[in-house]
């Protein structure tokens, strides 16, 4: 993509920025939404039921995505790394890493919570993947429910702190897709990880040769 072409994008975007978050809400209705339908069908055995399923696995990996995606801006900063592209991400990360919550979250609710709600043993049973998926939804809860003004406001250092927590999630999520199986995602996730770990050594090794000897 061109210099002038990101430069057009940006001139677009910037204006409408209040109709873009407004869709991200519209988006958070609809999975909202889905996930309902989704208990409704299970609940009458609607043979819809399976293509919620299928949905549910669908939304998972659209989460992975947007998690992958609310790491770029932070790991490429550390990189020393700046674009344009990357001053739009930060604009609408905080939205993106909601809708992110929202998918994973119903990922959980139409492949494992849903279909089991009629045994409690079988709701409760965890394999180990899922042990970390589940983890991985709790850890990323606190960032979900902190991603507003309010929060940043009141909670100050701590909110950013409490932001660290993502680096956790990644793990998680890594062993969450490994445990099930060696695919093209967990391939993509592990490579992040590398990233991000390599991310984070550049900026300690970058930091010690910009300190001036005592």
Known sequence: MSRSTIDRLFAYIIPRK????????LVYFIQIAVFLLAGLAFYSGDSSSILYYQLGLYFGRIAVLLFIIVLIPGMFKRFGITHKILALLMIFRRYIGISMYLFALSHFGLVKVIPNLSSLQSLLKLSAFELFGSAALLVLFFLFITSNDFSV??????????????????????????????????????????????????????????????
């Open 18 to 25: 209040a109709r873009i978050i407004l869709l991200f809400k």
């Open 153 to 214: 406001a009141r909670l100050g250092i701590w909110w950013y702190r409490l932001q660290r927590l993502i680096y956790i999630a990644m793990w998680f999520i890594l062993f969450h897709l490994g445990l099930q199986r060696i695919s093209g995602w967990t391939m993509l996730m592990g490579i992040v990880v590398i990233l991000m770990v390599t991310s984070f050594l550049f900026q300690k090794n970058s930091q010690f040769h910009k300190t001036p000897p005592k």
